[in-house]
Every structure is written in structure tokens, then in C-alpha cells.
């Protein structure tokens, strides 16, 4: 079974509006960590938002979000008011606790970002 | 802002050649990785590396893949003997301890094997 499982192939979104990037997860683990990372055209990977399984928040940074729903293990992106500088790949990722001595981190497929004017 | 660096930022080679990709992670970072990523495919995990040892390795990290800190800021990803297969951006990430903390990617090595 995929661990990370995103979707949506491809998005578009008016530039200006909200934008909602779906990621589901599988771990048996109590304790993990979900990450977005942005990849845009030139091929880095920017770290976005970070969501520990045992914060009762959801993560905030500016305009990102992220919509953690423990129990249903989904940890979706949201973009509030897009800018055309957002269109890129989005990856979601996981850092499961057990046995991971080594801090690996499983990624999803990605979702491709497409900002209208 | 500190950041992971990595040269070359394109390699391109003959099958059958080595290839040596570098990086330099943040500086007061303690574990670095190697992540490569085939052309329209995800990201994926090959090796981890603290205190000079691997503590992780995936399946595609075989015999003929190796790593080496050999100074105390370079990290490097050695390909013995490359294969078409091995063309794929390699990125280099690094974070500041074990556990879930964000790690952070160079900007990757677009290797060419031919």
C-alpha cells in the first residue's frame, strides 16, 4: 500500500484564491510527521509547512496552512490567495517514528500546481 | 539564511563511469541524506548519514552507490559505475537532529547518464 497518496495529478486555481492540496497518509505509528515541500520549475525542493502528529494545532506559515485530520490520516495544503509564483509540483511527505533510525522520509506522488492570471 | 549547497548542478557522463556529487549541508547540521528524483516521478530515499556512518539505506542504495563526509563540511554521493537508469536529479538534504524535523534539500545534482 502507498504511504503517501496524493490525488490529484494536476490543479488549476484562479490567481487570488484559496487552493487545497489533498494528501492521505498510512502509518501504524503513533508518533510522525507530515511535511509540503514546493517544486518549482527549476527543480529545488522548498521546504513549505511541518505538521507533528501530536500537535492540536494546525500548522500555520503565512499563507499556508495545513488541514490536519488525524483520524481520517490526512494532512491537506491549503494556499490562500494564490500568486502566480505558486505554480509548482507540491509534495507531501512523511517521517514515521518507528524504526526509522535513519530520518527517512517517504514522499507522495505530487500535485501540479497551476496559477491563472 | 543558511542553506544546503550542491555541485555540479548538471553532470553529465558515459555509462560505466564514476561520478562524484557534493554537497555542502548547514553548517551546525548533525544528519544528512541523499534523495534522488527520476523525471516526472517522486522523490525518493536512498541513504542517511550521521556521525560518520550510514544509519539508513533504501533498496535502490546498492553496492555501487557510496557516501563519504570526507571533511567536516563536505558530504559526497559516490556512483561507481553509472547506469542509464541512474539520470535523475540527486538532491542532498540535511536537519539539525533525528526525529520529525524539517530537513532541508540543496538545490540537486541533474545527473545524465548516457
Known amino acids: 500500500a502507498q504511504k503517501i497518496t496524493q490525488t490529484q495529478p494536476g490543479m488549476f486555481v484562479q490567481e487570488k484564491e484559496a487552493v487545497t492540496l489533498d494528501c492521505t497518509y498510512d502509518t501504524s505509528d503513533q508518533s510522525y510527521g507530515l511535511f509540503w515541500y514546493k517544486q518549482p520549475s527549476s527543480g529545488e525542493m522548498i521546504f513549505l509547512i511541518y505538521?507533528?502528529?501530536?500537535?492540536?494545532q494546525n500548522a500555520t506559515e503565512g499563507r499556508y496552512s495545513l488541514n490536519f485530520q488525524k483520524a481520517r490520516k490526512s494532512a491537506n495544503l491549503v494556499i490562500s490567495a494564490s500568486q502566480l509564483g505558486d505554480s509548482a509540483m507540491y509534495f507531501c511527505a512523511m517521517r514515521e517514528g518507528r524504526n526509522n533510525a535513519g530520518n527517512m522520509l517517504t514522499f507522495g506522488g505530487g500535485t501540479r500546481l497551476m496559477v491563472k492570471p | 539564511e543558511p542553506e544546503v549547497t550542491q555541485t555540479p548542478s548538471h553532470q553529465v557522463t558515459q555509462m560505466g563511469q564514476e561520478v562524484i556529487l557534493r554537497c555542502v549541508p548547514i553548517s551546525n547540521h548533525l544528519y544528512f541524506y541523499w534523495y534522488r528524483q527520476i523525471l516526472g516521478q517522486k522523490v525518493e530515499f536512498l541513504v542517511s548519514?550521521?556521525?560518520?556512518?550510514?544509519?539508513?539505506k533504501s533498496e535502490i542504495f546498492d553496492d555501487q552507490f557510496s557516501v563519504e563526509r570526507p571533511d567536516g563540511s563536505n558530504f559526497t554521493l559516490k556512483i561507481r559505475s553509472t547506469k542509464l537508469e541512474d539520470s535523475a536529479m540527486y538532491f542532498c538534504?540535511?536537519?539539525?537532529?533525528?526525529?520529525?524535523?524539517?530537513?532541508?534539500f540543496g538545490p540537486g545534482t541533474r545527473l545524465t547518464v548516457l
Open positions: 538534504a540535511s536537519s539539525r537532529r533525528l526525529g520529525p524535523v524539517e530537513q532541508f
Open positions: 548519514f550521521y556521525n560518520n556512518e550510514i544509519s539508513e
Open positions: 505538521q507533528g502528529s501530536y500537535d492540536e
